[in-house]
């Protein structure tokens, strides 16, 4: 069936360097996406979003990339911070309206000091 | 409080034991869902409603799990005679507009069932 999934389950990288998590969907047809950050013991919190008729989106500090082509979306964090330790998942629409996001598996970003 | 609440945070309960978990979504948010997350996995979907709707069930794991939403506000999951492999984290979020908007979670309620 269709599926969202990440390349990477971890990510550790030192403070103040950026970082990139990388994730895969299969569903062409896609055209919504999130990322959300979930700490522990937390509920997701919702980080930045892109439609399919964008390829770039910049929030504070993070940015997403959407590459249509090959069905890949990427988080950008710049310049990273002990609190951005955290899991990371993508969230697509499978399709175009009324159905609930279906999230990847999701990859947990360690930040060393 | 201006975002999800659930209640209760933590849940003990014993094999066959009937749970209700409770969700209180943002004011003026039509759309309410529940997942549900085990260790160190991905967010499940259960249950979906938007407004008024007959709700999307699709994804719930048996017909021991049930969910209401009343005046399109307040949402109770139900789990009947619970099960080891029901422990988990329910998590609910609500949503301004449906799908095409941000999911905004509370910080769910952790069952374990023993």
């Known amino acids: 069936g269709e599926s969202v999934g990440l390349h990477l389950p971890t990510l550790s990288v030192q403070e103040g360097d950026n970082s990139i998590i990388n994730c895969a969907y299969s569903n062409s047809a896609s055209d919504y996406f999130i990322w959300y950050k979930q700490e522990s013991g937390k509920g997701p919190q919702f980080i930045i979003d892109i439609r399919s008729n964008m390829d770039k989106r910049q929030g504070q500090r993070v940015t997403v990339l959407l590459n249509k082509t090959v069905k890949h979306l990427s988080l950008q964090i710049a310049a990273t911070q002990p609190g951005d330790s955290a899991v990371y998942f993508c969230?697509?629409?499978?399709?175009?309206?009324?159905?609930?996001?279906?999230f990847g598996k999701g990859t947990r970003l360690s930040v060393i000091a | 409080g201006a975002g999800v609440s659930q209640s209760p945070s933590n849940k003990v309960t014993e094999k066959g034991k009937d749970v209700e978990l409770r969700c209180d979504p943002i004011?003026?948010?039509?759309?309410l869902y529940w997942y549900r997350q085990s260790l160190g996995q991905g967010l499940e979907f259960l249950i979906y409603?938007?407004?008024?709707?007959?709700?999307?069930k699709s994804g719930l794991p048996s017909d021991r799990f049930s969910a209401e939403r009343t005046g399109g506000s307040v949402s109770t999951l139900t789990i009947q005679r619970t099960q080891q492999e029901d422990s988990a984290v329910y998590l609910c979020?609500?949503?301004?507009?449906?799908?095409?908007?941000?999911?905004?979670f509370g910080n769910g309620t952790r069952l374990t069932v023993t």
């Open positions: 969230a697509e629409i499978p399709n175009s309206g009324n159905t609930p996001l279906v």
């Open positions: 004011s003026g948010h039509t759309a």
């Open positions: 979020a609500s949503s301004l507009a449906g799908t095409v908007s941000p999911l905004h």
């Open positions: 409603f938007q407004g008024n709707s007959a709700p999307d």
